[in-house]
């Protein structure tokens, strides 16, 4: 009679163990970057907790904002919210981003303008379906874009499809999009977190934008935020966000197992 437990027979043999497992299954070399130790301090679970309770309700109030002060915001912050947007995870680590910021009154008003002729077009056009346009009504957009001139600043996101080389040739760049989605989400937050409001704005087709700003064609818009301080009487629609209940799932896998387990046990009592 074997002395194995029960449930043994369900779990895989263990396998020998090889030191690369321990370094997330790199490579003996490491790859082409040296390791250095990694910066991490280890908090106490209630500081934990703390710190990301303070989190979750400092973007909890976040708001998208349409209605700006046209208040001077010192350049230095928008340095620093492009700084915090560049440290994100990327594919490769390939960093497929490029941040334009732009102050000039002048550029300002010629964006706005080609921004504006292209809403025009989706909103009044046809460009939209009517499916589109019915999900944006409780909103009360329109075409019209004032807030891309009254604003300090406007930063324009550009994703880089592909890298170039210094000799000019074309160097391969990986999950683009979520990285670039991923470094504006942190760009987001940490205008939040300084005190600035923004609005994700993104006119359909944005080519335009490369055009007035001068970027290269293996660049594609990505989002424009427009920045600065809430004007004085600004008003926000009185949205709810889901709940948690209704964003994530626990053990799902583990839990229909379960289940499974429970019903088996049922049908066989008597």
């Known amino acids: 009679m074997s002395s194995s437990r ?99 009154p002048q550029t300002k008003r010629r964006i706005r303008v080609a921004a504006e002729e292209e809403e025009r077009e989706s909103y009044l056009g046809g460009r939209m379906p009517e499916e589109w346009l019915e999900a944006l009504a409780p909103l009360g957009t329109d075409w019209r874009k004032p807030f891309l001139e009254t604003v300090p600043w406007l930063v324009v996101a550009f994703a880089e499809l592909h890298g170039v080389e210094e000799d000019g040739s074309v160097r391969k760049n990986y999950y683009v999009k979520e990285s670039v989605g991923i470094a504006c989400g942190l760009f987001i937050a940490a205008l939040h977190n300084m005190g600035l409001a923004t609005l994700t704005h993104t006119p359909s087709p944005m080519g335009f934008l490369a055009e007035i700003l001068g970027r290269p064609r293996h660049e594609k818009p990505f989002i424009l935020f427009p920045i600065g301080y809430p004007a004085a009487d600004a008003t926000v629609p009185d949205l709810e966000r889901k709940s948690l209940a209704e964003i994530a799932t626990w053990n799902p896998v583990a839990d229909r197992a379960d289940r499974a387990d429970c019903a088996d046990r049922d049908e066989g009592d008597e």
């Open 6 to 104: 029960p449930d043994d027979r369900s779990r895989p043999a263990a396998a020998t163990e090889n030191p690369d497992d321990r370094r997330g299954g790199l490579r003996g070399d490491l790859g082409r970057f040296p390791h250095v130790p990694l910066q991490f301090e280890r908090l106490p679970a209630a500081e934990m907790v703390r710190r990301a309770e303070q989190f979750e309700r400092l973007l909890r109030s976040r708001r998208s904002v349409r209605f700006f002060s046209d208040e001077p915001v010192d350049r230095r912050l928008i340095e620093l919210a492009i700084r915090t947007a560049g440290s994100a995870p990327s594919g490769a680590h390939r960093q497929p981003w490029h941040f334009v910021a732009v102050s000039d």
